[in-house]
């Protein structure tokens, strides 16, 4: 029995192996190097090595960031376990539209932190990602001066706070009335 098991578990690694390996052949066949290695040559190495520090930083942010939140939640997690848990979530989260590295991330805390507390960490920081990402458009429109750009993240700002406030208010009415 525990040989069947075996031979099943090396299987599925197989398997998987050999559908990124398709995945990566079709991403990659299109590509041409010899663009890319222009593009490499004549980049400026300070932006290049600038672009390296942000991927690199992320999930270490993202770790930190997941660990305050649900820190503010009296659920406390080390900062190593975060940063794992986001790394194991981060592939899925990378490749789904769906944003299947959250559920992960919920599955990976099951034991500690109920399911539904872990999405609603999940949904503030989805929040908190939307009003970072409309300010750095409001500033990067600000530098740009471009107006219409600076308009809908404004709009985006001042709507990403409001929607959360309303989503709580409408959760704790509901909660409250089936007490």
Known sequence: MEN???ITKIIKILFFFAVTLLIFYLIFRKIDYFSVKEVFLNAKWYY???AILVILLAPVLSAKRWQTILKS??????????FKI?????????VTPAKVGDLIRAHYLKD??????????VVT??????????SYSFAGAAFLKNELIMGISLFIIFLT??????????LLIRFTRSL
Not at 125 to 134: G, K, Q, S
């Open 73 to 82: 939640m009296d659920y406390h997690i080390s900062f190593r376990d975060s």
């Open 48 to 50: 290049l090595v600038l």
């Open 86 to 94: 986001i790394m194991a979530a981060f592939p899925a989260s990378a």
């Open 161 to 170: 706070p409001l929607s959360f406030l309303v989503m709580s208010l409408s």
């Open 112 to 121: 500690k932190v109920p399911v539904t507390q872990t999405m609603g960490a």
């Open 125 to 134: 920081e989805r929040f908190i990602d939307i009003f970072v990402l409309a």
């Open 4 to 6: 069947i098991n075996r």
